[in-house]
């Protein structure tokens, strides 16, 4: 077998486990900006200046020193996004059009991929004098599901995708004169990943023989004309999962110069996650069945050595073992602003500056350096932009009443767009209510319906069989998206 027949096969697989662990395939933006009731019915306007309540401190640690006394606050929001596929085509890299193995078979149009999730948030607040508080928040800041179904035409780029994280972060605000205010968190973040897709094992085949055809060795099967191994014929799957700790922080200002008006700057540091996992791969029966075919039409000791090397590349490309992969997660930068225009009505505007910019690459490491090296794939995302504003009522009768809106940019163009989050621009749409029942205890309820553009994927196989999107294909269509949020939250003070 020649050097170059093993260094493709062994590559192919190393690729398709690159893609498997790429964090693109969680991502979307796949930033949770829901994070409480009250700021869902703001399209949380104004919450790095505390428009709303200590939930502020997620997007700005300051704002707690805006609010008196003890308090706990406990809520969910429940997401539902829709994500459905359509006017699908799909085709393997390096066979002719006019080839019987160039389309990919499966379902061009998809039901819905997004699956829906219900995220926690907890927080609480300690007076420890007047001018100093302490905080402790719950959070899920980052966070995606999609699935698709085994046969479909983008099998070979994704079939799951489950990205979820976890905040544990104390927080100290504290006030220093009558105008600023100044608070520091820590962030523990766990992450935990999971993600599949299928891979053409009789296209690697098909590639491999036609390598060893200098050599002597025949793909044709002499009862039928046709190809022993061949592309579509032995799809199997490679599963990666994992999860890791790691640490960051929140830094925040809050500038008060009237009792009317307030801004809020807040910072959340970039985090990098350095995920340990494991990559499972599941194997068809047609694969040693394929083998054992080639065998039997290339008889001969000269020949054996070509199948035995083809064989054993294989079982080494395609071993399960253990992974690694760094999960860039970006820094965020906050300014809210929150005018008091009346005793009843207060205006809110809120800016977001998502760094999605760091996430330039992904490397992925494996544990024998010296037969996989280091394996890298381009992501270029872009910074995103968040921007809102929303208006709040308090007529007195113990309700509040609150309206929002905002645009989100998506932080991936459609060069680099893929089915694992079909991410788009989006419009927000909000509205929410509150009713204080005692001067002990407040329920909050919050809705925004989100329309996101058409996103399309032209994603292409190239020409160098060694790529990690090679083997995956050409893969073009359209993903309409849709979202809908409610979140419900309850407070207590003490």
Do not use: C
């Amino acid at each position: 077998m020649t050097n170059h027949s093993r260094v493709s096969l062994s590559a192919s697989a190393v690729a398709l486990l690159l893609v498997a662990a790429a964090p693109h395939a969680m991502a979307s933006g796949f930033q949770l900006r829901e994070q409480g009731a009250s700021g869902q019915g703001l399209s949380y306007a104004g919450v790095s200046a505390g428009s709303t309540d200590i939930g502020g401190m997620f997007y700005n640690p300051a704002v707690l020193t805006r609010f008196e006394g003890n308090q706990v606050q406990l809520g969910f929001t429940n997401i539902l996004p829709s994500t459905k596929f359509s006017n699908g085509a799909a085709s393997r890299a390096g066979i002719p059009a006019a080839s019987p193995f160039s389309a990919i078979s499966g379902p061009a149009a998809t039901g819905n991929a997004a699956l829906s999730a219900v995220t926690p948030n907890v927080y609480a607040m300690w007076s420890l004098g007047p001018n100093l508080k302490a905080g402790f928040s719950v959070n899920v800041p980052y966070g995606l599901t999609t699935q698709y179904d085994d046969n479909w035409i983008g099998r070979y780029h994704a079939l799951r995708s489950h990205l979820e994280t976890l905040d544990i972060t104390p927080t100290v605000a504290y006030r220093f004169n009558d105008m600023w205010s100044g608070g520091v968190s820590f962030v523990a973040r766990r992450a935990k990943a999971e993600l599949s897709q299928a891979v053409d094992f009789g296209y690697e085949a098909y590639m491999g023989v036609a390598q060893l055809a200098p050599a002597g060795i025949t793909n044709t099967n002499p009862l039928t004309g046709g190809p022993v191994v061949y592309p579509g014929a032995a799809d199997g799957k490679v599963s990666v999962t994992g999860d890791s700790w790691a640490y960051g922080f929140k830094a925040g200002l809050l500038f008060e110069p009237t009792k009317t008006l307030s801004v809020g700057l807040g910072y959340q540091s970039a985090i990098t996650e350095k995920i340990k996992g494991d990559a499972t791969f599941a194997i068809p029966s047609t694969v040693p069945m394929g083998l054992a075919a080639l065998y039997q039409i290339n008889p001969g000791a000269a020949k054996k050595p070509y199948l035995d090397g083809l064989a054993a590349a294989f079982a080494a490309g395609t071993a399960n073992g253990p992974v690694t992969a760094e999960l860039n997660l970006p820094a965020v930068i906050t300014l809210g602003l929150n005018v008091q225009v009346s005793p009843t009505v207060t205006l809110s505007a809120e800016v977001e500056r998502t760094q999605w910019s760091k996430f330039q690459e992904l490397r992925l490491k494996f544990s024998n350096p010296a037969t996989q090296a280091d394996n890298i794939t381009p992501e270029n995302w872009k910074d995103s932009t968040f921007a809102s504003v929303g208006a709040t009522l308090r007529p007195g009768d113990g309700w509040t009443w609150r309206v929002g809106l905002a645009m989100d940019t998506a932080p991936v163009d459609d060069t680099y767009r893929t089915p694992r989050i079909p991410d788009a621009d989006r419009t927000w749409i909000s509205a929410g209510t509150g009713y204080q029942f005692s001067k002990a205890f407040t329920l909050d309820f919050g809705y925004t319906h989100i329309i996101a553009k058409d996103s399309t994927v032209n994603l292409k196989g190239g020409t160098n069989p060694l790529s990690s999107d090679y083997i995956k294909g050409n893969l073009s269509g359209t993903f309409k998206n849709a979202i809908d949020i409610w979140a419900l939250q309850a407070r207590w003070s003490f």
